[in-house]
Nanobody, 123 residues
Framework: VQLQASGGGLVQTGGSLRLSCAAS????????MGWFRQAPGKEREFVAT????????SYTDSVKGRFAISRDNAKNTVHLQMNSLKPEDTAVYYC?????????????????WGQGTQVTVSS
């Protein structure tokens, strides 16, 4: 089972990036999916989650209105559209598959993790 995250890069403040996460080895259509991030010297933090159906999403306050999580169960992929990026969004972003159809904000709610993709926002 593998989650492959991609789409990170270097962008200026106010710019946009679209992260993608492709799952292989099994399907996650019955699982919530999430994005987390970890900045240097900080703990991994929750960013966004989407339910198995895609009908329910949740975001940490700092990204509400700027980020949007979506999924395509037919392609076994999940995306994170990031707009109006700020320097404080700089981190390694990880996608994760939840243990249940609807998962929470804790890393312990997720049992499969991707390798991470670097997002750097310059001021």
């Amino acid at each position: 089972v593998q989650l492959q995250a991609s789409g990170g890069g270097l962008v200026q403040t106010g710019g946009s990036l679209r992260l993608s996460c492709a799952a292989s080895g099994r399907t996650f259509i019955n699982n919530a999916m999430g994005w987390f991030r970890q900045a240097p010297g900080k703990e991994r933090e929750f960013v966004a989650t989407i339910s198995w159906s895609g009908r329910s999403t949740s975001y940490t306050d700092s990204v509400k209105g700027r980020f949007a999580i979506s999924r395509d169960n037919a392609k076994n992929t999940v995306h994170l559209q990031m707009n109006s990026l700020k320097p404080e969004d700089t981190a390694v972003y990880y996608c994760a598959a939840g243990r249940r159809p609807n998962s929470g904000w804790s890393p312990s709610d997720y049992n499969y993790w991707g390798q991470g993709t670097q997002v750097t926002v310059s001021s």
